[in-house]
């Protein structure tokens, strides 16, 4: 008995180091796919992945052997070099096709609306309009509230402009060129010229403000949530009644883009570094 015992406890030591040895190596393969996905080169070799890694080549060499039978990584026989695989494209598009971005946003709407004690907001794009899809208030006498569902055009308001002011050069033209713009309100910016600097402006700002250019007495800041392409997938907006947003603004639009940057983050983009 006693020496079954001990033959029992000698074989578990090693399941043990088994396993963590096996975790090990699970997270430097991982390393090595993150770090194909982080870097700005489409293709790596064994070297740089090493000396990037703290890895030894001969350990770079194993693992990248390992993903290339899964199709996560390919080989360039040519040029010896690697790159992602058609497996590592798999990974990624399954994962955008469960993104549901209402409900991702919602905790965030959540959160911003009780910072700013203010109406959070999410939007989508239709054409050449958007629409409201979810919102949360704030618990305060005053407040204001949106209609979802209704479309609204893409330069009137905060939400619009936030969406139009982000497109492509071609895109914004194109929107621009289709026919004379129409007032919501009389703030609502119609001349396309003026129109052009304002969306300029909330390119180099990150944001869009409006007051009373969508509804008379309403007022915004609003920012979009990118895709992983940096394309504008929704646009998230604080909005109040004018009289008192304009002294909120700054703030309500600091709280803005540190909400909007987190969702961007979890659609998959990744912001380029400011020089």
Not at 92 to 99: E, N
Not at 203 to 229: I, L, T
Not at 239 to 246: D, W, Y
Request: charged share 25%.
């Amino acid at each position: 008995m006693p020496t079954k015992s001990s033959g029992a406890a000698s074989g578990e030591a090693p399941a043990r180091g088994s396993t963590g040895q096996a975790i090990a190596t699970v997270e430097r393969a991982t390393d090595v796919l993150m770090h194909f996905a982080e870097t700005p080169s489409n293709t790596l070799g064994v070297t740089e992945i090493a000396e990037a890694l703290g890895m030894s080549k001969a350990a770079v060499h194993r693992i990248l052997a390992s993903l290339r039978v899964r199709g996560l990584i390919d080989l360039d026989p040519a040029t010896r070099r690697y790159s992602l695989g058609v497996g590592a494209m798999r990974l990624g598009l399954a994962y955008l096709d469960r993104i549901d971005v209402r409900r991702i946003a919602e905790p965030e709407l959540v959160t911003l609306s009780r910072r700013t004690d203010e109406t959070a907001t999410l939007s989508i794009r239709t054409g050449r309009h958007r629409i409201y899809v979810d919102q949360v208030t704030p618990a305060r006498e005053v407040i204001m509230s949106v209609s979802l569902g209704v479309a609204y055009p893409l330069h009137a308001g905060g939400s619009s402009k936030a969406f139009l002011a982000f497109l492509t050069d071609e895109e914004i033209e194109d929107y621009l060129s289709s026919g004379p713009l129409e007032p919501l309100t009389g703030n609502t910016i119609v001349d396309k010229a003026k129109l052009r600097r304002e969306l300029a402006a909330i390119r180099g700002a990150g944001y869009a403000q409006s007051f009373s250019e969508r509804m008379s007495g309403a007022a915004s800041v609003a920012a979009p949530v990118f895709d992983h392409h940096g394309r504008p997938l929704a646009v998230v907006s604080v909005s109040g009644p004018a009289e008192r947003f304009g002294e909120e603004a700054a703030y309500c639009a600091e709280m803005l883009l540190e909400s909007t940057a987190r969702l961007s983050a979890r659609m998959g983009w990744t912001a380029p570094e400011r020089r």
